[in-house]
């Protein structure tokens, strides 16, 4: 790539003039020039807009709106344009207002005259729309695979840990036994919404916005399903007016990505707290901790806690485009310029923090014995004991207070678990309380008898795991 401090000096050049140029006796002071340009952000955009310009440029020949022989010129010298920055041969110029007048300007530096009618039936603001489309769609892709193989990485550890007992919290108070595997499964299901999260706003964008001209369409007889066709949109968009002004997608896709950021940032504060001295239910790889420059001990779960305060930039990025459209007039407005700067931020913070959290959640070492320790005491079998209860007729609100004054005998008694106290004590609290109620109040008796979807039990999380893993052979792109 060019130096991009290349300076933004007024250019003579006819072929590399703003597009706009033609009205101005005086050309814009170079400060306003690097003030205003865009072509920093918009480069990575550049074999889009060469894309949409091949199909603009072959509907213009096709409608004798140009000729054939200047269309197959024009098409030719891109998709050269295009073989020349893909290998490295095409340097980016920045002086360059944006990247569709680099694309253009090289376009007729190449052939010359011809070069100058691919603009024609187009404006800059329909071009740009169509090129964010083109561009989501080709890089979202990219970015659903990382989250299904966060979900295989995840579903991995969760089938070899459905037998690993880990407490359940609410309120970070011990609620009750559950699994590890169960655990991990409710982060995949997460990142499973994150996915079809991500496909439905990718279905939104499948229309194309060229042809909507500047906002109110064109004079010429353009085609505009035939560039739809071309570049494989399902349709076109309805309202030119609307088109130009549309930034909905770069607000949903944002949204989305802050969702699925809000999800990997609950997950890193989990490790954070099962990576301490007091819970110790995981340890991570020291490829993916450091230490402190000062306590020679330590061994800091640093990644998670990057990912985790990462979260801001990307609820920053979203509320940049929410407030960039707040009582915006219609149509486009230059304000519209700054949508692609959060919505590659927030694309570019994700993808980084899905690839890290996956090697990471990958490399860690899980303390099944801790995880085992953490179900004992708190009480955390109460349910099962009041639904022991309703097994023998007792309605629950009637069990659920047994099951209360039975915890309250243990506490009396200085106990930390309903099972230490002995049937007789139990059956103060309840004649229908017999021997068989220790059947119910281990921690694997507890987990293994929710059966029910979605339930903890090693048949359940079983179930789970396969879902999970038809989810990702079936949607992997």
């Excluded at 091949?54 to 295009?82: C, F, P, R, Y």
């Excluded at 001990?297 to 801001?312: C, H, M, S, V």
């Amino acid at each position: 790539m060019a130096n991009k401090n290349t300076s933004h000096a007024a250019i003579t050049d006819d072929n590399h003039k703003a597009l706009w140029s033609g009205r101005f006796l005086e050309g814009p002071d170079a400060a306003a020039v690097e003030f205003e340009t865009s072509i920093h952000v918009d480069e990575r955009m550049a074999l889009d807009d060469i894309h949409g310009s091949i199909a603009h440029a072959t509907m213009l020949g096709d409608q004798g709106i140009i000729s054939q022989k200047e269309s197959k010129q024009i098409v030719t010298a891109l998709k050269g344009i295009e073989k020349d920055l893909t290998r490295g041969s095409l340097q980016i110029d920045y002086s360059a207002e944006d990247i569709h007048s680099f694309i253009e300007a090289t376009l007729t530096d190449r052939i010359g005259e011809a070069g100058k009618k691919l603009h024609t039936g187009r404006s800059r603001n329909d071009q740009i729309a169509l090129d964010e489309r083109l561009y989501l769609r080709r890089v979202i892709p990219n970015l659903q695979n990382q989250i299904i193989t966060l979900v295989e990485a995840l579903t991995a550890i969760s089938e070899k840990h459905r037998h690993s007992l880990l407490t359940g919290y609410t309120h970070m108070q011990h609620a009750q036994p559950g699994t590890l595997s169960q655990h991990l499964n409710a982060w995949s299901f997460m990142l499973v919404r994150d996915w079809n999260r991500i496909e439905d706003a990718l279905s939104r964008i499948n229309k194309s916005p060229l042809g909507s001209g500047a906002l109110q369409g064109s004079t010429l007889p353009l085609d505009r399903k035939k560039v739809a066709d071309l570049l494989g949109f399902e349709g076109v968009t309805e309202n030119s007016l609307d088109t130009v002004s549309d930034r909905d997608y770069c607000i949903e896709f944002t949204s989305a990505f802050s969702i699925l950021q809000s999800h990997l940032s609950r997950m890193c504060e989990e490790l954070v707290l099962w990576s301490t001295t007091e819970f110790a239910f995981v340890e991570m790889s020291e490829k993916w901790s450091t230490g402190s420059s000062i306590m020679p001990q330590k061994k800091n779960p640093d990644f998670a806690e990057l990912i985790r305060g990462r979260t801001g930039k990307v609820y920053g990025d979203l509320i940049n485009l929410l407030t960039m459209v707040k009582g915006l007039p219609l149509a486009y407005d230059r304000d519209l310029q700054e949508d692609k700067e959060p919505l590659f931020d927030a694309l570019d913070t994700v993808t980084a923090n899905l690839t890290v959290f996956t090697a990471m959640i990958s490399s860690a070492r899980w303390n099944k014995e801790k995880m085992a320790e953490s179900c004992e005491g708190g009480f955390a079998n109460a349910t099962d004991l009041a639904e022991y209860l309703v097994r023998k007729g007792m309605p629950f609100r009637t069990a659920h207070g047994v099951a209360a004054k039975a915890v309250r005998l243990a506490l009396d008694a200085g106990l930390t678990k309903i099972e230490d106290l002995c049937v007789e004590e139990l059956e103060q609290c309840s004649p229908l309380i017999k021997d068989d109620v220790f059947d119910y109040l281990s921690p694997e008796s507890c987990v293994e008898n929710r059966k029910t979807t979605g339930a903890p039990s090693s048949e359940s999380t079983l179930e789970q795991i396969k879902i999970l893993k038809k989810f990702c052979s079936k949607n992997r792109k």
